[in-house]
Nanobody, 124 residues
Framework: QVQLVESGGGLVQAGDSLRLSCAAS????????MAWFRQAPGKEREFVAA????????YYADSVKGRFTISRDNAKNTVSLQMNSLKPEDTAVYYC?????????????????WGQGTQVTVSS
């Protein structure tokens, strides 16, 4: 497994941008598909974005498509989530996750390693 540590969360206003980062250690980072999930108070954890390691494809939830961008730097063992045009409904704890699977999955159960989460709060 890899160890994951997120950073970059904070309090912003609607329409602002924020960039989350996730630093990985412990295993060969390039062999993992990476994803971001989020969990708002009282709600289930939901998929946000993913990047698969073999085909290097990216996937997004419909709610963030066109606003969020996932990227990874295998040389630095990091994955980032650029969030633009933030909305109050984007408020949640954001989690970085890693999976050995080469195919895309939006199910949290398919991810083997998780970070501790970073809070993103968007005020209206």
């Amino acid at each position: 497994q890899v160890q994951l540590v997120e950073s970059g969360g904070g309090l912003v206003q609607a329409g602002d941008s924020l960039r989350l980062s996730c630093a990985a250690s412990g295993r060969t980072f390039s062999d993992y598909s990476m994803a971001w999930f989020r969990q708002a108070p009282g709600k289930e954890r939901e998929f946000v974005a993913a990047h698969t390691w073999r085909l290097k494809n990216t996937y997004y939830a419909d709610s963030v498509k066109g606003r969020f961008t996932i990227s990874r730097d295998n040389a630095k063992n990091t994955v980032s989530l650029q969030m633009n045009s933030l909305k109050p409904e984007d408020t949640a704890v954001y989690y970085c996750a890693a999976s050995k699977r080469y195919y895309f999955s939006h199910y949290s159960r398919d991810y083997d390693s998780w970070g501790q989460g970073t809070q993103v709060t968007v005020s209206s």
